[in-house]
């Protein structure tokens, strides 16, 4: 028996995180379009792809309040609308609307190269597992 308390980690390791590439690729450069946002799956992520200034960011496509489809939500001023209850999130940091008291919402910037979109998916995650998961 060891002499000091045995640390117990604090998440369980799936097959799934153990396969996550450090980068996905979340589609071909042009992907969006001429559109704001729009759902994307890549890499076992759920995501939406939003147009954010003269860049992309990826956030996690459930809203962390009740889960409702942020793909279905609306772009304004940098911020990203959520459809069913209004909740807004800062496209930059993630934080949610005043008024609101859930966590913020998993934002990250996208890579645009010349061979695709990129996302790091490890910007993403927090202690609970990680956004967007199936």
């Not at 996905?24 to 042009?30: F, T």
């Not at 809203?63 to 209004?86: I, N, V």
């Not at 910037?109 to 597992?129: C, H, R």
Request: hydrophobic share 45%.
């Amino acid at each position: 028996m060891p002499s000091s308390p045995i640390r117990m980690c604090g998440k369980p390791i799936s097959a799934a995180e153990a396969a996550r590439p450090a980068r996905i690729r979340l589609g071909p450069p042009d992907l969006l379009g001429d559109r704001d946002l729009m759902p994307v799956a890549a890499g076992g992520l759920h995501l939406v792809l939003v147009r954010h200034g003269n860049g992309l960011v990826a956030a996690e496509r459930a809203c962390p309040h009740e889960g409702a489809d942020l793909a279905l939500g609306r772009c304004a001023a940098g911020r990203l609308l959520c459809p069913r209850h209004l909740a807004s999130f800062d496209l930059d940091t993630g934080a949610v609307s005043p008024g609101w008291s859930f966590r913020p919402l998993h934002v990250v910037p996208v890579e645009v190269a010349e061979d695709g979109l990129w996302i790091t998916p490890s910007q993403m995650e927090d202690a609970d597992g990680g956004a967007g998961a199936p």
